[in-house]
């Protein structure tokens, strides 16, 4: 079965770093891109940006380039995405889901359950 | 950018009723979009790729259709479990980024 577990709820204060995981099973981690998304209470999805694994080639919205680092470590099936220093605007739920490997197949499945990323002083 | 939106916001419906939801693109996305259903405390769940090609274990009661700038997804006879939010989210080619729509909420009349 094709899975995407996510890292656990976190709590921070504004200014502190952060860093959630995304770990693939049942496939082949390294053939598959993993996208990011975002969902601020209440509201609808955003893409963040995405990264193949394989190569670690990444891109970003631009929307959250330079917010945000999204990395991958493909001996561990694993990617992350990562805050330098968190905003209390930042608190969402954020989603991992995998994206099919062809350039003409631009969906997301399956996703992540997510991470809820609570930024309060 | 591409801005997708969807209409209606809400979209109230009785139990095996017809509901058809709209998502329009602000130039053509070709083919190039998808559908997602979420459902409160649960992660997007894909519906529909390609604009009309259902994903793997999704009813046929779900059916998308459309190209270029205008899509539709269709869900044929209403049941409890659909009730829920959904999304449709294109792909652009150049700067390469995906993009969802505000959201449906379809919910029991």
């Known amino acids: 079965e094709v899975q995407l577990v996510q890292s656990g709820a976190e709590v921070k204060k504004p200014g502190e770093s952060l860093k959630i995981s995304c770990k693939g099973s049942g496939y082949s981690f390294t053939s598959y891109w993993i996208g990011w998304v975002r969902q601020m209470p209440g509201k609808g999805l955003e893409w963040m940006g995405i990264?193949?694994?394989?190569?670690?080639?990444?891109r970003y919205s631009p929307s959250f380039q330079g917010q945000v680092t999204i990395s991958a470590d493909k001996s561990i099936s694993t990617a992350y995405l990562q805050w330098s220093s968190l905003k209390a605007s930042d608190t969402a739920m954020y989603y991992c889901?995998?994206?099919?490997?062809?350039?003409?197949?631009?969906?997301?499945?399956?996703w992540g359950q997510g991470t809820l990323v609570t930024v309060s002083s | 950018e591409i801005v997708m939106t969807q209409s209606p916001a809400t979209l109230s419906v009785s139990p095996g009723e017809r509901a058809t939801l709209s998502c329009r693109a602000s130039?053509?996305?070709?083919?190039?979009l998808a559908w997602y259903q979420q459902k409160p405390g649960q992660a997007p769940r894909l519906l529909i790729y390609?604009?009309?090609t259902r994903a793997t274990g999704i009813p046929a009661r779900f059916s998308g259709s459309g190209s270029g700038t205008e899509f539709t997804l269709t869900i044929s006879s209403l049941q409890s479990e659909d009730f829920a939010v959904y999304y449709c989210q294109q792909y652009n080619n150049w700067p390469p980024t995906w993009t969802f729509g505000q959201g449906t909420k379809v919910e029991i009349k």
């Open positions: 889901a995998r994206k099919p490997p062809a350039a003409t197949n631009n969906w997301f499945d399956p």
């Open positions: 130039q053509s996305v070709s083919s190039n």
């Open positions: 990264i193949y694994p394989g190569d670690s080639d990444t």
């Open positions: 390609g604009a009309s």
